[in-house]
Each structure stands twice: as structure tokens, then as C-alpha cells.
């Protein structure tokens, strides 16, 4: 069936499928793309997030701090679909840096960050920073007692990893809506 679809868009696209089969070893099918020159511009309607009636975060400057590459990059990825202006980093100096003097509408933090340092100190040292109390969500796979009584001290939700994206978009869209 995958076969079948991918032959069909190839013709309608003019390109032709190529196969290669060894008996008793396997096949091998291609299709032959040239590159664009360019990526093409999105239209002007894409181009900028709208906002949507009762949508609290498109155009909201949000702050991720993990010190996991790959999760910055889907946070990220995540946060900028629903319209969001998304800072990453991984440490204090790192935050400090990107954000350049104005604090973020909301911090998502992971609880557990490198060199022993914690979420809850970072969001702490913000809100000082800022003399701001930040909204923040702290994002974990910790369920100690421990980690759960420094969120509560701090007034912080907690979402357990791995986070589902309705559920974070839901924290999200409450924390920022008052």
C-alpha cells in the first residue's frame, strides 16, 4: 500500500521510482528530488503566530530550562507550534543571557539540572533577579517527597516526564489567563 501511494504522488509530481532487488536479499526503492535553490517563504499567513479567541499563548515569552539538548529543542519545537516566543538554556548564566534583562511571561524548568543544581533554585533566583514572582512549572520525573514539599514551598505545579502536550498546554493556558 505504501508502495502504491508513494508511485501515485511520484507520478503526479513527474518523477519516476527506481527499484533495485537482489533475490533472497531484499529490494531498494528511490525516487529521484532535486533540491530547491531556496527554502521557499511561508505565506504572509503563516508567517506570524494569530492569536485565537480565548488563546492565551501565542505571543507569550516563555523560558525552558533543561539541560538536555534534545528536550530544549522539542520544547521548543512544541511551544513555538502554539504561537509562543521560546528562550532556552541550560544553566542560570545561560538564562540570564537570553533573556537580556526582561523577564519571561512563564518559566517551564526541569527539576533536576547539571553540576546538583535544582529548578526550584533557579525559578527562586529569577523571581529575586526580577523582583517578580515569575509563573513556573516545574517538569520532573522526581516523585520524592522531597521534590514534591520544595515545589510546594514555592507555590510551583508539577508535571511528571514524560509530559503530554495537552496537559502542559492546559497548565500553561491556566497560569497565563489571570
Given amino acids: ?31 529521484e528530488v532535486p533540491l530547491a535553490d531556496e527554502a521557499p517563504a511561508p505565506p504572509a499567513s503563516e508567517a506570524s503566530p494569530r492569536p485565537s479567541a ?3 499563548l501565542p505571543g507569550r515569552r516563555l523560558l525552558v530550562v533543561d539541560n538536555e539538548e534534545a ?34 511571561e512563564a518559566i517551564l524548568a526541569d527539576y533536576h539540572l547539571d553540576h546538583g543544581a535544582t529548578g526550584c533554585q533557579l525559578v527562586s533566583a529569577l523571581r529575586e533577579h526580577f523582583a517578580s514572582e515569575v509563573p513556573a512549572v516545574m ?5 520524592t ?27 500553561l493556558s491556566a497560569m497565563l489567563s489571570g
Fill in 139 to 143: 517538569i520532573t520525573a522526581d516523585r
Fill in 71 to 104: 528536550i530544549l529543542y522539542s520544547m521548543a519545537a512544541l511551544l513555538g507550534q502554539w504561537g509562543c516566543d521560546v528562550l532556552t538554556a541550560s544553566d542560570l548564566e545561560g538564562v540570564l543571557a537570553v533573556l537580556d534583562g526582561r523577564p519571561p
Fill in 1 to 31: 500500500l505504501g508502495l502504491a501511494i508513494v508511485d501515485r504522488i511520484a507520478g503526479i509530481l513527474g518523477y519516476r521510482v527506481d527499484v533495485r532487488s537482489v533475490p533472497g536479499r531484499g529490494s531498494v526503492f528511490s525516487i
Fill in 145 to 171: 517527597d522531597d521534590c514534591r514539599r520544595a515545589l510546594q514551598r514555592l507555590g510551583i505545579p508539577l508535571l511528571n516526564k514524560p509530559v503530554k502536550p495537552g496537559k502542559l498546554r492546559a497548565v
Fill in 54 to 56: 480565548g488563546d492565551p
